[in-house]
């Protein structure tokens, strides 16, 4: 049995019924935006014998950066305290470190609000993952196992299939998992974490263009020429190609910061 076909196909069947296309999830987000109205998601229930604040951390994060909450929307420590039964302090300490990672903005004597992608936030965040990204990829054409091409291949497949049947959150999971495995082969864990902690305004950007299949087609078509000039040993090539690859994010984000002004900030 082919795993590919059973992870691609159970997905898309598990997410067609229970969740809205990329394309419906936009309008709804440009509606909203126009209404003002507060779009916050029910947050997953707290496992209270985890630690508090950082589950509600997390929860807020993916939130914010899958655009389930949208830039200005207000954030009560009170009503989130309620929402999720907890004390209003580990929201506090959430909000806070949310606020570092610049998704968030809290203003004295206002409150705490979803924070607009600011360009230049992007454009930094474009800038680190760049360099390490592109350092990864070298060392890998220098020299790689054939199990990593073998599974990156395998990933590649998902990803096709992915964009075939309009899975684009699954996509997603498989491109971060693509950018991932290079870090983990390349023995550089560390070096995946720093670029997590530093992607967060891209993230967003990428959920904004979701509905663009042909844009994740394009993706797709870099991430090939990544791994073939990897699998060649070419070392100027598995650079030139990541970097070009990585830098798409600012061409969408220039254009989304013209087309969504409500959303993307200058």
């Keep these: 049995m082919d795993y590919r076909f059973d992870l691609c196909d159970a997905v898309a069947a598990e997410r067609k019924g229970r969740r809205m296309t990329a394309k419906r999830k936009t309008r709804a987000i440009a509606e909203d935006a126009d209404l003002g109205t507060p779009t916050s998601p029910a947050l997953q229930p707290i496992n209270p014998r985890q630690p508090i604040a950082g589950q509600i951390y997390e929860r807020l994060r993916r939130a914010i950066t899958t655009l389930s909450m949208l830039p200005s929307e207000a954030l009560s420590e009170k009503e989130l305290s309620l929402q999720l039964g907890v004390s209003r302090t580990p929201v506090r300490e959430a909000l806070i470190r949310l606020a570092d990672e610049g998704l968030i903005d809290i203003l004295p004597q206002r409150g705490s ?144 910061s013209e087309q969504r002004r409500d959303l993307v900030e200058d």
């Excluded at 684009?168 to 950018?179: S, T």
């Excluded at 290079?182 to 263009?209: H, N, P, T």
């Design 113 to 256: 609000f979803v924070a607009p992608i600011r360009l230049r936030d992007v454009e930094e965040a474009q800038f680190i993952r760049e360099s390490l990204e592109v350092a990864v990829s070298k060392r890998l054409a220098e020299g790689c196992s054939k199990r990593f091409l073998t599974e990156i291949k395998s990933n590649l497949y998902d990803q096709e299939k992915a964009v075939n049947i309009e899975a684009l959150d699954l996509f997603l999971e498989l491109d971060e998992a693509f950018h991932r495995s290079f870090c983990e082969e390349a023995g550089l864990s560390k070096s995946w974490r720093v670029i997590q902690a530093v992607k967060l305004q891209m993230d967003r950007v990428r959920y904004l263009s979701l509905p663009d299949l042909g844009h994740l087609r394009v993706l797709l078509m870099q991430h090939r020429s990544i791994v073939d000039a990897i699998e060649a040993g070419d070392v100027h090539k598995a650079g030139s190609q990541m970097a070009a690859h990585l830098r798409e994010v600012l061409h969408t984000a220039r254009t989304l």
